[in-house]
C-alpha cells in the first residue's frame, strides 16, 4: 500500500446526481484520474476534467476491460437499474483487479459486514444515496408547488441526511487521503464513511420552507399520517407494480420511531471534522431544492 492518494477512480453513475457529485468535486482536486464508465448510447452529460469509457453492461469483458487500471470504484446505480447489475460490477471489477469498491446503497446506515464482493478491500459511504438536503425527504411528504405536506404520525422525528454537494466533498476528501501511513488515511475507513449535512424533522423542513418562501403554516394543507399506514399503502403500490410505492416504503422506514439508526449523526463517530467538511446552511439547501422543483425537476422524472 502507498503513503499517496489513490490516483485511478472509476466512477459507474456519474452522469447522475450522486455520482456527479462525486465526479465533480473528485475532478476539481486535480490529484487524480477519473474515469466514468457509461452506457454505449448514453447521452447523460460528465463534469470537466473526467474522462469516459463506454461500456456495454451486458458483457462482463466489457466492463473488466474498462475498469483495468483502475484502483478505487465508486458504484452509483439509479433505483431501477437492472436488479443483477450492480452483482456484474463488482465480479468484474475483482477480475479486473480493483483494491477497493464502494459499493451501491439504499437506506442508511449500511453494515459493510453485510456487503460481500470479489475484492481485497471495501470502503462504504454509508450516505452514499442520500439526496440533496431536505430533497431527501420532501419529495415523499411534501409538495411544495402545490403547498401540501403529510407529516408522519407528529412530524417531529429527527433523521440524519446529507446534500449532494456534501456527499460530493467527502468523497474527494477521502480519496485524497494517502492510502496508507499515518492516520487519517484511506485504510482508517475500510469499514465505513459517515459523515452528514443535517439532524432534521419534517417540522424542521417545513419551518425551513417557510423561512425561505415567506409562508406560513396557515398557506399549506397540513396532514397527518401514521407511519404504519405509510409503509402499508407503499408495499401495496410496490406489489402493484407502482414504482413509487417503493420511494414511500424506503422514506417511511427511514422515519420510523424505532429505527435506531435513521439519526445515525447522534449515535455514530462522524468523519465530517477529519475529512474538513464545511457546516451547511439549512436554508440555502432548502433554496435550492425550491430552485429545482420550480425548474420542473420531479423525483419521478425517470421511474415513468
Not at 502507498?2 to 485511478?8: D, L
Amino acid at each position: 500500500m502507498s503513503t499517496e492518494p489513490i490516483k485511478n477512480v472509476a466512477i459507474v453513475g456519474a452522469t447522475g446526481r450522486i455520482g456527479g457529485a462525486f465526479a465533480k468535486a473528485l475532478a476539481k482536486t486535480g490529484k487524480h484520474n477519473v474515469t466514468a464508465l457509461v452506457r454505449e448510447d448514453s447521452k447523460g452529460t460528465l463534469p470537466e476534467g473526467v474522462d469516459v469509457i463506454r461500456v456495454n453492461y451486458d458483457d462482463e469483458a466489457s466492463i473488466v476491460n474498462a475498469l483495468k487500471g483502475q484502483q478505487f470504484l465508486a458504484i452509483t446505480l439509479g433505483v431501477q437499474a437492472p436488479s443483477d447489475l450492480h452483482a456484474k460490477i463488482a465480479a468484474a471489477a475483482g477480475k479486473a483487479g480493483v483494491t477497493y469498491v464502494m459499493p451501491n446503497t439504499f437506506g442508511y446506515p449500511v453494515d459493510s459486514a453485510n456487503t460481500t464482493g470479489p475484492y481485497d478491500k471495501l470502503v462504504v459511504d454509508r450516505i452514499s444515496d442520500a439526496n440533496n438536503g431536505v430533497s431527501s425527504a420532501v419529495p415523499f411528504f411534501l409538495r411544495i408547488l402545490d403547498r401540501k405536506v403529510t407529516f408522519f404520525d407528529d412530524g417531529k422525528r429527527t433523521i440524519t441526511v446529507s446534500t449532494w454537494d456534501q456527499c460530493g466533498r467527502a468523497f474527494a476528501a477521502l480519496l485524497s487521503l494517502p492510502e496508507s501511513g499515518s492516520s487519517p488515511s484511506l485504510s482508517d475507513f475500510k469499514k465505513g464513511v459517515d459523515i452528514y449535512s443535517f439532524q432534521v424533522s419534517q417540522r424542521d423542513m417545513l419551518d425551513s420552507l417557510n423561512r425561505v418562501l415567506g409562508t406560513a403554516d396557515s398557506d399549506w394543507e397540513i396532514r397527518y399520517e401514521p407511519i404504519s399506514k405509510r409503509l402499508k399503502d407503499g408495499a401495496e403500490e410496490f406489489a402493484n407494480g407502482v414504482f413509487t410505492g417503493f420511494a414511500k416504503m424506503l422514506y417511511g422506514n427511514v422515519f420510523r420511531a424505532d429505527n435506531d439508526k435513521s439519526d445515525y449523526a447522534s449515535t455514530l463517530s462522524v468523519a465530517n471534522k477529519t475529512l474538513a467538511l464545511p457546516k451547511e446552511d439549512l436554508d440555502e439547501a432548502t433554496k435550492r431544492t425550491v430552485e429545482m422543483v420550480e425548474g420542473g425537476w420531479s423525483p419521478f422524472g425517470n421511474m415513468a
